[in-house]
């Protein structure tokens, strides 16, 4: 504009219009059509782009957007066409490659075509709200060309069955899908997925059901999950190649559905091969790929869950209830410590320690072990007798590691009081018997039940510990203090607190004159320190070692019980004792004394004593004899110690009571503790909340605790609501 | 003249009175002071009534008793002027009507409860023994619960979980008899706070029928 004046710079429009000659438009158009011809043709370098735009923008000024526009279209759908027919044309494979050049072409072509009509893009179009360039030159290329009868089918057919040659092994031209899926992407998603995505979709599971079905008849579980995997990864891989990545989802989906959904509950009972015999295996390969798989189909984790359960309680209720490895009580433990160690690699290694595999093994160990309701003796045995020997020589660090294992393994008893029974008679016999193998180790194991059950639990049992250090320093103190007893026979006494340590009735058997003797000298020592005590002998309990000449000489060293002792010690003073003599001179039970003789009258290698008639039963009319021509190769002999034994019927069912018994008493005491605190509460609630607290020691039955509630009722501790039964009430 | 009136109401009252204690000292024990186990036998045998009879039990409970087999000169007092009576043959009509009275359920339950009582003779007692509570439930709960009473008591006398009843089951019972369906026992639930014996008798029962 050239009015250019000397005042302010103005911008004015156009004064005098502009004669607009009606064939102006109509050239115009004819410029930029040829324009498009000439592009379409690849012709477009002799073009300038200044005087077609120009042009365009004119038109646009000129309010000839409208013809301008569909002059466009007109012109770009003719052209279409004619791509089309050319695309029709191609044969074979050359069919893609055609469709893909011609589209780049088209591409290019309208990226000139809408730099040149720029303006009309910017201006008529969005006031007229018509498509912009861009996108009518996509959906012209769609509408002639995709969706064209001849190419819609032929396309879709041709990219299927490529695919389909890729899945049967055959190698493609990757890249030039890639392309012609971008393609149809850029087209829109509706084109993708209903010229594309939908049928490859449908196909692809179709393939996947033939294909699934077939490796189902003919591979094992194993081997299926395998072929699996692969195919899974493959069409992975496939759509980081030349698929939409944002819907991998979908295509993984198929082959999860029907690869893996479909068959998977035949795959995990298959006989020989399926769920149970890879756990039996340890195949933990199998295991991790079986997990990885089914973690992606739903329900696929809880139907492997289910079926590890079943099995694991299948095989522990065979393991607690097999007769013959009930006889043998450290082998049942330790089969029980196996099977736990076997399922925590197995969850640890193929089940990447998935919590609620682990909850699922918790909960079935805690089933079994609670089937057999020696399980909490047997427990006892075995660290018994990893105690007594299992444990020597090994290193400080593997003890704790198996001293945690079984710790793991005691968690799941809900007997943990039975436990505490057997642990303490156990603890007992080794510590009076000095049998422990590691004092460390025995400390080890009572922290750790500290901190399963709490400081109430293990109290006594550290009051074990505790007497023992004592005593030891009582008897410095007494030998110390009685230097004249060096010569004569040596006493070493082992003061118990009571209440501490198992009780064992006892009666005291009569003691030779030496040994009473010394006995009182300790008693007063003792008594001098510890005034308002009182000593009880517990002669049942102790061990000897005599010295003893044979007929021809032979000396041995006998170690003995104190009634073994107490026996042996008559025959200084007699030849021959009847049993009757020898039961009332000692006053040893009548049980006692026959286990007794027996064990020395009647075992090789031990036969101190020569009994007539030579029966291997005790009578009560037998008579004894020292075993003048006794021989043994070892100077030193033992005689029958005690050693912790699985227990006998009847001392079972006598265990058992006590337990029974004990447990009324805390059951009582939760109740007023919680009764105490709450003042009223309603049945439920109480037997819930006396169950929980009672949790770590036993499982609280229901109607002994409504038992002991009548009880306390009765003992007025607690009243029953007038109006609402069900409700208790404390009375203070 | 409120004198006179009272006067008269009064020596109404005395007249009234002394014809009570008149009638108490026909069966009284002179030594004790009050009527004994004898007295009360003859009491029933003029009244025409059975010794065991429940009706006596009701009496007792009228005369709010403390010991069984006795009434006290208060206790005869209060329980007759409560009555309305003075004299036997209107107490005899009294009894009838004292029936009704305890079938009420604003009474019936204190009644129940006091029979159980009145079954504690020592001192401390806090339980009655077995064969007492069969007699006791047949006496006062058989003629409304009669099914129930009968099962309930063959049972008493099979188990031998318990040897004597205390009051909160004794209490209990009245509860089972009006609540439970019988005798199909549906609606027992026995995780409620029922006591153990008659969680106990329920399962014998099912277990009978099955």
């Known amino acids: ?732 | 003249m409120l004198v006179g009136y009272s006067n008269v109401s009064s020596k109404a009252k005395i007249k009234g009175l002394e014809k009570i204690d008149r009638l108490f000292n026909t069966y009284a024990n002179s030594s004790f002071g009050m009527i004994d186990p004898e007295g009360i036998e003859a009491l029933c045998s003029d009244l025409g009534v059975d010794y065991t009879d429940v009706r006596i039990l009701m009496l007792a409970w009228k005369l709010k008793a403390e010991k069984q087999g006795y009434f006290t000169q208060d206790e005869w007092q209060t329980g007759l002027k409560a009555l309305g009576v003075d004299s036997l043959s209107k107490l005899k009509k009294a009894l009838s009507d004292l029936e009704k009275e305890v079938e009420k359920p604003s009474n019936y339950e204190d009644f129940y409860t006091y029979a159980f009582r009145y079954c504690l003779t020592e001192e401390k007692q806090k339980s009655v023994d077995i064969e007492s509570i069969c007699e006791l439930l047949n006496l006062v709960l058989g003629v409304q619960f009669r099914p129930q009473i009968d099962s309930l008591i063959e049972y008493l006398k099979v188990q031998n979980d318990y040897k004597v009843i205390n009051s909160d089951q004794w209490i209990n019972f009245l509860r089972f008899c009006k609540e439970i369906s019988f005798p199909d026992l549906e609606n027992y639930d026995a995780i409620q706070a029922w006591p153990l014996i008659l969680d106990n008798y329920v399962e014998w029962m099912r277990e009978k029928h099955s």
């Open chain 1, 1 to 732: 504009m050239s009015n250019q004046k000397k005042r302010i710079f103005q911008i004015e429009a156009f004064k005098n219009r502009v004669v607009v000659d009606p064939k102006y438009a109509e050239k115009t158009w004819k410029i930029l059509e040829h324009a498009i011809h000439e592009i379409y043709n690849h012709n477009a370098s002799g073009l300038s782009f200044e005087e077609l735009y120009r042009n365009a923008y004119n038109m646009v000024l000129h309010k000839f957007g409208e013809k301008l526009y569909s002059g466009l279209v007109t012109t770009m759908t003719a052209h279409l066409k004619e791509i089309s027919k050319s695309i029709e044309a191609a044969q074979g494979d050359l069919f893609l490659e055609e469709l893909n050049r011609k589209w780049n072409d088209h591409n290019k072509a309208l990226q000139m075509i809408r730099d040149m009509l720029m303006y009309m893009d910017r201006t008529y179009i969005p006031n007229t709200h018509k498509t912009p360039v861009h996108e009518l030159g996509l959906t012209l290329w769609r509408d002639n060309i995709i969706h064209s009868g001849k190419i819609q089918s032929r396309l879709l057919s041709t990219l299927l069955e490529l695919v389909h040659s890729e899945r049967t092994g055959e190698v493609i031209d990757r890249g030039l899908m890639r392309n012609i899926v971008k393609m149809l992407m850029d087209l829109g998603s509706s084109v993708y997925q209903e010229d594309f995505e939908k049928p490859f979709l449908e196909v692809s599971a179709e393939f996947y059901r033939r294909e699934s079905q077939k490796f189902i008849e003919c591979y094992d579980c194993g081997d299926y999950l395998k072929k699996a995997e692969i195919r899974l990864n493959e069409e992975i891989e496939r759509v980081t190649h030349y698929l939409d990545a944002k819907n991998e989802g979908k295509i993984t989906h198929v082959v999860e559905k029907e690869m893996i959904a479909n068959h998977m509950m035949r795959l995990v009972h298959m006989e020989n091969s399926g769920l149970v015999n890879m756990l039996l295996n340890d195949k933990h390969g199998d295991l991790g790929r079986m997990y990885n798989l089914f973690r992606r189909v739903p329900n696929g984790l809880a139907m492997i869950r289910d079926v590890m359960t079943s099995h694991l309680r299948e095989t522990g209720k065979q393991l607690v209830t097999d007769a013959e490895r009930l006889k043998d009580p450290v082998e049942y433990v330790q089969r029980l410590l196996d099977e736990k160690e076997k399922y925590d690699g197995i969850i640890s290694l193929a089940f990447s320690n998935d919590k609620t595999f682990q909850n699922a093994l918790n909960s079935s160990f805690e089933y079994f072990i609670n089937l057999n309701s020696r399980s909490p003796e047997f427990i006892s045995l075995f660290v018994d007798d990893k105690l007594r020997k299992g444990l020597k020589g090994v290193s400080e660090e593997d003890v704790e590691i198996i001293l945690d294992k079984v710790m793991m393994i005691f968690c799941y008893l809900q007997e943990k009081d039975v436990f505490e029974k057997y642990y303490k008679q156990h603890l007992a016999k080794r510590l009076l018997s000095g049998k422990t193998v590691s004092d460390d180790a025995e400390r080890s194991l009572i922290v750790k039940l500290k901190t399963a059950c709490g400081y109430q639990y293990t109290s006594k049992l550290e009051g074990m510990f505790t007497d023992m250090k004592t005593s030891q320093d009582t008897m410095q103190g007494f030998c110390s203090s009685h230097p004249e007893l060096t010569d004569g026979p040596t006493l070493v006494v082992q003061v118990l607190t009571t209440g501490s340590w198992p009780t064992q009735p006892s009666i005291t058997c009569h003691l030779p004159f030496e040994m009473s003797a010394l006995c009182e000298k300790f008693r007063s020592y003792y008594l001098g320190i510890h005034t308002g005590r009182r000593l009880s002998w517990q002669t049942n309990m102790g061990t000897a070692d005599i010295k003893a000449i044979f007929g021809k000489g032979q000396k041995h060293e006998l170690n003995v019980s104190t009634y073994q002792m107490c026996i042996l010690m008559l025959f200084n003073n007699a030849d021959r004792l009847s049993y009757k003599e020898i039961e009332q001179v000692t006053a040893i039970p009548a049980s006692d004394l026959k286990r007794c003789l027996q064990s020395m009258a009647c075992v090789k290698g031990k036969n101190v004593l020569r009994k007539e008639p030579m029966s291997k039963d005790i009578g009560e009319d037998d008579s004894f004899f020292v075993n003048e021509k006794f021989a043994s190769k070892f100077y030193k002999v033992k005689v029958g110690t005690v050693v912790a034994q699985k227990e006998s019927e009847p001392e079972k069912q006598e265990t058992r009571q006590r337990v029974e018994e004990d447990r009324k008493p805390q059951i009582e005491a939760a109740v007023v503790r919680i009764m105490k605190s709450r003042k009223v509460l309603d049945h439920n609630n109480i037997i819930a909340e006396v169950t929980k607290q009672l949790q770590s020691r036993f499982l609280a039955n229901p109607t002994e605790i409504k038992k002991r509630i009548e009880s306390l009722i009765e003992r007025e501790f607690l009243e029953r609501d007038n109006s609402d039964r069900k409700m208790y009430r404390y009375l203070a």
